[in-house]
């Protein structure tokens, strides 16, 4: 496999190329190992493993979708070298909610792991079942599943005894997780929000958290350390204005937002049928995961609002919802392709609304900065965040941060999935409320933090190998650094 580093990498390879992996993480069998293999230093590719002697868990298989600058790539996933020889050991992977940067390497890396037991939510599971045959058919057979069924359940893995608790995020079934060992307990929210979802009566405690047995070591998604605005939309803020920019419109409506929005989107399917209108979805995986949320029961679909998207021409356009993918810029998602005018059946006119239901995700700025410019140059009502709260983060804030602290009172705080710059954010954030800064760890990627009875936490000098995996349609770790820079000559010359 060849495999690029974002790091220098010349001194840890050999003259083939390949990297010489030696295990120098050697230690008494009764300690704990925290090594992230993503998901620091940067958003996505998020994967964690935790070792006790000879037992393994490991948290979610994320992907990371490309930089402008890799031309042909289709996304990047987690270096799993640490990991090799190892396989026997993994007792479960836990997936925590059914984003792609969190599920999205599950076949491949399952796969090359010999396929251990997974355990997540139902949702968060079909969604990974749907991936699997996308990759390959049929190879939903060789995974073994077990379901969370309830935050109550216990599941013994090894040393490890794994429970759970609610969490709030843009996607449902998401979940976080506790794992004990002899030597310490890890509290993961996954990625998390206390704002309150509309079908919650109250705000989510983990004040319950803090009565788990010490040390406790909480381990927190702080993407949004830096985000200390006095307020924050609300899920039934953002669902009054999308149903105001519906009702109102002289035009048909396109929104584009994420495909794993199932909820959103099933509000807007509930509340276009209340007003007689139709909805139409387009983009594979926004239908795919819709069918998916409906057979679970998740979502409640009228035949006699939901139609084909080649259908739309039927109808008054005042009459129309389209609900797609693509707001984040990519080049072949529907939304491009509308704006491009080449979509079949969707064409843009000035009396529509076209609205950005989504975030932007970073690395992306430049591409949905264009998607926008160009709509602006077709239509007269393009809505998004800057204008309109039209959308709401599935992620926490300053004082969400501050306030988790506080009522799970950990010992150790460990910010993840984040650049760094915004870890050391959330630190600062630790700081402010009382925790020592010896017992707060940024760690990079590859780093290896160790936890046992008789010692303060030790975090080792060398890491572990992280470099880039890049997969480029069915190849997986073929394209390394050279092929790439031939890749952007080519886009830029021609």
């Not at 010489?20 to 300690?31: A, D, E, G, L």
């Not at 529509?352 to 975030?359: A, G, Q, V």
């Not at 349609?473 to 952007?488: N, P, Y």
Request: proline share 4%; aromatic share 6%.
């Amino acid at each position: 496999m060849v495999i690029r580093n974002r790091q220098q990498t010349a001194r840890h390879q050999n003259r083939t190329g390949k990297q010489q992996v030696k295990n120098t993480y050697q230690s008494p069998s009764n300690t704990l190992k925290i090594i992230p293999l993503g998901g620091q230093e940067e958003v996505g590719r998020n994967m964690t493993v935790f070792e006790y002697g000879q037992d393994i868990v490991i948290l979610d298989m994320g992907i990371q979708f490309p930089e402008e600058n890799m031309p042909g790539i289709d996304y990047i996933i987690p270096n799993t070298t640490y990991l090799q020889g190892k396989e026997k050991n993994i007792r479960a992977v836990i997936f925590s909610h059914g984003h792609l940067d969190h599920i999205g390497a599950a076949p491949i890396l399952l796969k090359k792991l010999e396929y251990p037991l997974i355990i997540g939510r139902n949702l968060t599971i079909a969604l990974i079942k749907k991936r699997f045959e996308d990759y390959e058919k049929n190879s939903i057979n060789k995974l073994r599943v077990s379901l969370i069924r309830s935050v109550q359940d216990k599941i013994q893995l090894g040393n490890f005894k794994l429970s759970f608790f609610e969490v709030e995020h843009s996607i449902m079934d998401a979940v976080g997780m506790i794992l004990q060992t002899p030597v310490a307990t890890i509290i993961h929210p996954g990625d998390w929000t206390m704002n309150k979802a509309t079908d919650r009566t109250k705000e989510l405690s983990y004040k319950h958290l803090a009565y788990l047995p010490h040390p406790k070591i909480l381990m927190l998604e702080s993407l949004g350390a830096t985000d200390n605005r006095p307020t924050h939309t609300t899920e039934a803020e953002m669902y009054a204005n999308l149903e105001k920019l519906i009702r109102e419109s002289n035009g048909k409506v396109i929104i584009g937002t994420f495909s794993s929005q199932i909820k959103r989107i099933g509000h807007i399917l509930e509340y276009a049928r209340t007003i007689g209108k139709k909805v139409a979805l387009d983009g594979f995986s926004m239908k795919a995961n819709i069918e998916i949320a409906k057979e679970l029961g998740y979502i409640k679909i009228d035949r006699n609002t939901m139609i084909p998207v080649n259908e739309i021409n039927k109808y008054p356009e005042n009459k129309i919802i389209v609900v797609c993918t693509g707001a984040q810029g990519e080049g072949n998602a529907v939304l491009s392709r509308v704006v491009a005018g080449d979509h079949r059946s969707i064409k843009i006119r000035p009396q529509d609304t076209i609205i950005f239901s989504s975030s932007v995700i970073p690395g992306n700025e430049r591409t949905i900065q264009r998607l926008k410019d160009n709509l602006y140059r077709q239509c007269d009502n393009v809505i998004h965040t800057d204008i309109m709260d039209v959308h709401t983060s599935g992620h926490c804030h300053a004082e969400n941060i501050k306030e988790i602290i506080r009522q799970i009172k950990p010992d150790y705080f460990l910010p993840v999935y984040a650049n760094h710059f915004i870890l050391k954010e959330a630190a600062k954030l630790a700081l402010s409320i009382g925790m020592s800064k010896t017992n707060i760890f940024i760690l990079d990627n590859g780093s290896v933090l160790e936890f046992s009875n008789q010692a303060v936490p030790k975090l080792y000098a060398k890491k572990v190998p992280t470099n880039y995996v890049f997969v480029d349609g069915l190849g997986v770790g073929d394209v390394g650094e050279v092929v790439l820079k031939d890749r952007q000559t080519l886009s830029e010359d021609g």
